[in-house]
């Protein structure tokens, strides 16, 4: 399984296109699967239209929060693209829908529909899967996403992704299969490949310095009613501005999404951590994902160094150990990108290998990360970043 990015790139559809047809012929490699990160606003049929003429292979992809990015640096508004691609590889791509209704039903259609591409096709004897999810963060709860692919994949399947953004707006995000923009969904795509696989998860925030625990007292999966018998967003709103970290020129959902709700958990300092992402009239706080009544939170918070630092120990962790990295797929924090500002081209490039000058890297803000896999504790997260990679020769090669 191979790699090569394209972007960002600032330009329209046409132009991306030509560029994209270029840059492919000259790849040694046949490509197999496009990835698109874009902001909202753009016209998203348009350059997916463009994408899929260029290359002739399926296309997926999101709307980010805020930013993407490959090794070559980060952008707000370019569109940024990754082909997947080599002898060694087998896609199949689909869409569970309607997934606000019921997480379930929806991802066991999706990967019904799945293994009957994938039993239809050659497959590939003794190699192994992974699959890659792009979530409507609006649509869906990240614990009971992350809890029904549970149910439905083996249990060795490395699952990973993130939920779409809408840079910063918190009004509606986007995913994509294809030529088609979809709402309420999910991308699923499964990765069979014979490299070696590696990832992780780091996010570097801490229990804000003098702030208060809060119990939850009245909460349903992810919509939070009330802390402490009080109506949940007047109580969060009160610390944040004790805090000191509220400001004139931003809007109370974007300061609660920088500054989210840690639970304490029974892993020493760790934390749970869950982000706002909508406020409703009656004051509950409606979460990515779920959390407990009788859980004890607090706010979070992170120092910019103390970010960069995650960054570059999870660079060390999952690309420090391959020989050569093929590729990396990054799945960003967007409360990590509104907190660097102009210092997230220091978070790009602690992305990149340790150990060498720069290697294929695709990455997207987004509101939501997804990580699944061996003795991971959790599989939906928020703050954080996930980081995917593989190395150029495969398992077999390689004596794993």
């Given at each position: 399984?191979?790699?090569?990015t394209?972007?960002?790139?600032d330009?329209?559809?046409?132009?991306?296109?030509r560029?994209?047809?270029?840059?492919?012929?000259?790849?040694?490699?046949?490509?197999?699967?496009?990835?698109?990160?874009?902001?909202?606003g753009?016209?998203?049929?348009?350059?997916?239209?463009?994408?899929?003429?260029?290359?002739?292979?399926?296309?997926?992809?999101?709307?980010?929060g805020?930013?993407?990015?490959?090794?070559?640096?980060?952008?707000?508004?370019?569109?940024?693209?990754?082909?997947?691609?080599?002898?060694?590889?087998?896609?199949?791509?689909?869409?569970?829908?309607?997934?606000?209704?019921?997480?379930?039903?929806?991802?066991?259609?999706?990967?019904?529909?799945?293994?009957?591409?994938?039993?239809?096709?050659?497959?590939?004897?003794?190699?192994?899967?992974?699959?890659?999810?792009?979530?409507?963060?609006?649509?869906?709860?990240?614990?009971?996403?992350?809890?029904?692919?549970?149910?439905?994949?083996?249990?060795?399947?490395?699952v990973?992704?993130?939920?779409?953004?809408?840079?910063?707006?918190?009004?509606?995000?986007?995913?994509?299969?294809?030529?088609?923009?979809?709402?309420?969904?999910?991308?699923?795509?499964?990765?069979?490949?014979?490299?070696?696989?590696?990832?992780?998860?780091?996010?570097?925030?801490?229990?804000?310095e003098?702030?208060?625990?809060?119990?939850?007292?009245?909460?349903?999966?992810?919509?939070?009613?009330?802390?402490?018998?009080?109506?949940?967003?007047?109580?969060?709103?009160?610390?944040?501005?004790?805090?000191?970290?509220?400001?004139?020129?931003?809007?109370?959902?974007?300061?609660?999404?920088?500054?989210?709700?840690?639970?304490?958990?029974?892993?020493?300092?760790?934390?749970?951590?869950?982000s706002?992402?909508?406020?409703?009239?009656?004051?509950?706080?409606?979460?990515?994902?779920?959390?407990?009544?009788?859980?004890?939170?607090?706010?979070?918070?992170?120092?910019?160094?103390?970010?960069?630092?995650?960054?570059?120990s999870?660079?060390?962790?999952?690309?420090?150990?391959?020989?050569?990295?093929?590729?990396s797929?990054?799945?960003?924090c967007?409360?990590?990108?509104?907190?660097?500002?102009?210092?997230?081209?220091?978070?790009?490039?602690?992305?990149?290998?340790?150990?060498?000058?720069?290697?294929?890297?695709?990455?997207?803000?987004?509101?939501?990360?997804?990580?699944?896999?061996?003795?991971?504790?959790?599989?939906?997260?928020?703050?954080?970043?996930?980081?995917?990679?593989?190395?150029?020769?495969?398992?077999?090669?390689?004596?794993?």
């Amino acid at each position: 399984m191979k790699m090569m990015t394209l972007g960002p790139f600032d330009g329209n559809a046409w132009l991306l296109g030509r560029k994209i047809e270029r840059t492919v012929a000259e790849w040694k490699e046949p490509a197999r699967l496009a990835i698109v990160a874009m902001p909202s606003g753009t016209k998203h049929e348009d350059y997916l239209a463009a994408v899929e003429d260029a290359t002739g292979v399926p296309v997926v992809g999101a709307t980010t929060g805020g930013a993407s990015f490959t090794e070559r640096g980060f952008s707000r508004s370019g569109v940024t693209c990754a082909f997947l691609g080599g002898a060694n590889i087998d896609v199949a791509c689909t869409a569970a829908r309607e997934l606000r209704s019921d997480h379930a039903k929806s991802i066991r259609a999706a990967l019904s529909d799945m293994d009957e591409a994938v039993s239809s096709g050659s497959g590939r004897s003794g190699a192994t899967s992974s699959i890659l999810v792009l979530a409507d963060a609006f649509a869906c709860d990240g614990d009971d996403l992350v809890a029904a692919l549970r149910q439905g994949v083996p249990p060795h399947t490395r699952v990973f992704g993130g939920t779409a953004g809408d840079g910063w707006t918190f009004e509606g995000a986007r995913v994509f299969l294809g030529r088609k923009v979809l709402t309420d969904a999910a991308v699923l795509v499964r990765l069979t490949h014979r490299q070696r696989v590696n990832i992780d998860v780091v996010h570097g925030f801490r229990a804000a310095e003098g702030g208060r625990d809060f119990t939850i007292t009245d909460i349903e999966r992810n919509v939070l009613r009330t802390l402490d018998g009080q109506p949940a967003a007047r109580v969060y709103e009160e610390e944040l501005s004790r805090l000191g970290f509220r400001s004139s020129g931003e809007g109370l959902l974007q300061t609660m999404a920088k500054h989210a709700l840690g639970a304490k958990t029974p892993f020493g300092e760790a934390l749970k951590i869950r982000s706002p992402i909508a406020i409703r009239g009656d004051g509950a706080v409606v979460l990515t994902g779920g959390l407990a009544r009788g859980q004890v939170v607090r706010v979070v918070n992170a120092a910019t160094d103390a970010v960069l630092q995650a960054a570059k120990s999870l660079s060390t962790k999952v690309l420090g150990p391959l020989p050569g990295v093929a590729g990396s797929l990054v799945f960003d924090c967007a409360a990590r990108f509104r907190m660097l500002g102009e210092r997230y081209r220091e978070e790009v490039r602690a992305f990149l290998s340790p150990n060498a000058a720069s290697n294929p890297m695709f990455g997207m803000a987004c509101y939501g990360q997804i990580a699944k896999f061996g003795g991971s504790v959790e599989g939906f997260y928020n703050t954080s970043a996930v980081m995917v990679a593989w190395g150029e020769a495969d398992q077999a090669a390689a004596g794993g």
